[in-house]
């Protein structure tokens, strides 16, 4: 589970104001917002990278975060990057990466690649893999889909509910439309204040708002 | 992750080895040139000197160029002609010379009469090694004038004391004064300058490679702000949430970045002995210290901007400004004299120093 408490982040100006979310397990939560709302903000505070000026986070289990910015060494290939963030050894992470949750990402196909030589879409499946792979009950993922073809935004639309299916917690901050629809509930972000959205409107008419 | 640093100092090594041949040779081809151009016959003489003479005797100018072209003074001293006492001080106060020298009416006469006349020496401050220079070479000069003066005086107590007549006198003084001539002319070295110029310019070259080569390790911050990853918040993030500590990520990542300039640095070595410069076989080892210094603050420097163009950019322009300050560029000798005495609180300085200590020593 984690709860959101009357969280508030100032930094010159306040960036969220008083916020409560709770999330149970199997539950998928979208945040939605413009540029500059805070999105990125409340993931990282969700994180404990930040420290809310007020209020408290309570999160159960261990939380992995994929950034929207990828955490990847490009003069590496992708089993080094995944290994550079465990302490597995290579059957294990091979192991893993066919399991029936990681398979849906595809990153065997291209596990001796080198990170500069990848397109955009597999490296936000390896990122996606290599923190997925050390086994997190909450999952944190910021513009998830941003920049991606058809069928690696399906693919990792796939993992999303599988993990949920698994019990996994999922926070989402996208503009994208179609990440909504896996999402149980979606908040919408304007001004620092969070309040849920009703997704029987168009997205971009919550966002207008 | 110890492994993966690993992988990844040795993936990373053929874009630092290119940026350091690139950067290396350009560094090396300008320093050397430099040097030739410093430490040619006649073109570099760190000491100035103003003086003045008074034209009440031919045997001033000839004592002027007969000192002036002295080797020994001709190589380490430029003397500089002024037409007045008051453009000799002048020029010492606005520190144009080092020192300057102001010789008597009746200097010349003197030193035949026993008279003695001093000559007045002007500093600024007196604090300097070159005014130290000034002082020592003025002490050598009166000595070698006081040695002259006394045997021609010693001729003239001998004639009068043995009743020898003033024709005669005068034709053993000649004889004595064109003795003392030939004598000065025949050793126109206070010291052994050939000696002096070669440490001069050998200490240059220690210098200058140094220099060069801590200011080729330094401006590294180009190649390995792309290396180091603590200043992207992805990295951070991951690293937090990985249980690694933004210390520990720090540590590595420095031991990555010293690893391949240690790597550099026996390239650089073997390049140096190939083109036959001597240096310590020791400094394998002994530059260790140096490597870690430098590369805490290229990697310090890396995690403090947010970009790599950022971090390259400030860097250029600090490193490149402190290493002028501290000599490594040009000869602290060229530079004004307030910024020779600011040298001695130029942390550079000493890395310099230190790492010619390791290098040559």
Redesign the interface.
């Known amino acids: 589970m984690v709860k959101i408490e009357n969280v508030t982040v100032k930094y010159k100006k306040t960036v969220l104001r008083d916020v409560n979310i709770q999330a149970d397990k199997g539950e998928c939560i979208g945040l939605l917002g413009l540029n500059g709302s805070g999105k990125s903000t409340l993931l ?1 505070t969700i ?3 930040k420290k809310p000026s007020q209020g408290r986070i309570y999160a159960e289990g261990k ?3 994929v ?5 990847l ?1 490009d ?2 290939n992708a089993y ?1 990057n995944i ?4 302490s597995m050894k290579k059957d294990e992470i091979i192991k893993a990466l066919n399991g029936p949750q990681l398979s849906i990402l595809k990153v065997t196909d291209f596990l001796n690649v080198k990170v500069r030589n990848m397109s955009g879409g597999m490296k936000k499946r390896l990122a996606l893999a290599s ?1 997925f792979i ?1 086994g997190p009950d909450v999952l944190l993922m910021d513009e998830p889909l941003s920049a991606l073809d058809i069928p690696a935004k399906n693919d990792i639309l796939s993992f999303i509910d599988a993990f949920k299916a698994n019990g996994g917690i999922i926070f989402i901050a996208s503009h994208e439309e179609n990440v909504f629809a896996h999402c149980d509930r979606v908040y919408h972000l304007k001004d620092g204040r969070c309040q849920l959205a009703d997704l029987t409107r168009p997205v971009a008419e919550i966002l207008n708002d | ?1 110890i ?2 640093s690993v ?2 100092v040795i ?2 090594i053929p ?1 630092a080895a290119a940026y350091f041949i690139v950067l290396g040779l350009t560094a090396f081809a300008i320093a050397f040139w430099s040097q030739n151009v410093l430490f040619k016959d006649g073109s570099f003489s760190a000491v100035k000197v103003a003086c003045y003479l008074p034209d009440d005797s031919s045997l001033n100018d000839t004592g002027f160029s007969l000192v002036s072209h002295m080797n020994s003074i001709e190589s380490s001293v430029s003397l500089i002609k002024y037409d007045s006492e008051d453009e000799v001080r002048e020029a010492v106060d606005d520190e144009e010379a080092v020192a300057g020298l102001i010789i008597p009416e009746g200097f010349a006469s003197g030193i035949f009469t026993g008279e003695n006349l001093q000559i007045e020496v002007v500093f600024k401050s007196a604090d300097t090694f070159d005014e130290h220079v000034v002082k020592d070479v003025m002490l050598v000069l009166a000595n070698d004038l006081g040695v002259g003066q006394a045997s021609v005086q010693t001729v003239y107590s001998l004639c009068d004391e043995y009743d020898i007549d003033a024709d005669q006198t005068s034709e053993i003084v000649s004889v004595a004064q064109a003795n003392e001539l030939g004598y000065a002319i025949d050793r126109m070295s206070i010291f052994d300058i050939n000696t002096l110029d070669d440490i001069s310019v050998f200490t240059l070259t220690q210098k200058i490679t140094a220099a060069a080569l801590i200011y080729i390790l330094l401006l590294s911050v180009f190649v390995f702000s792309y290396f180091c ?1 603590g200043s ?7 690293a ?3 249980g690694i500590s933004p210390v520990r990520f720090f540590i590595t990542e420095t031991c990555c970045v010293a690893s391949m300039m240690y790597v550099i640095y026996v390239l650089f070595f073997a390049a140096l002995n190939l083109a036959d410069i001597d240096i310590n076989v020791r400094s394998l080892l002994l530059i260790i210290p140096v490597i870690t210094i430098i590369s805490l603050i290229v990697t310090g420097v890396c995690y403090c901007f947010k970009t790599p163009v950022a971090s390259a950019y400030i860097s250029f322009s600090v490193f490149t400004v402190l290493m002028y300050l501290a000599g490594g560029l040009l000869p602290l000798e060229f530079l004004p004299l307030f910024l020779q005495k600011g040298a001695v609180y130029n942390p550079l300085r000493l890395l310099i120093d230190l790492t010619m200590e390791v290098m040559f020593s």
């Open positions: 990282t994180a404990g990278i939380i992995g975060f950034t929207q910015e990828n955490a060494i003069e590496l080094d290994l550079m963030w465990t923190v050390t | 992750m492994k993966v992988k990844r993936a990373f874009y990853k992207n918040d992805a990295f951070i993030a991951r937090k949430l990985s």
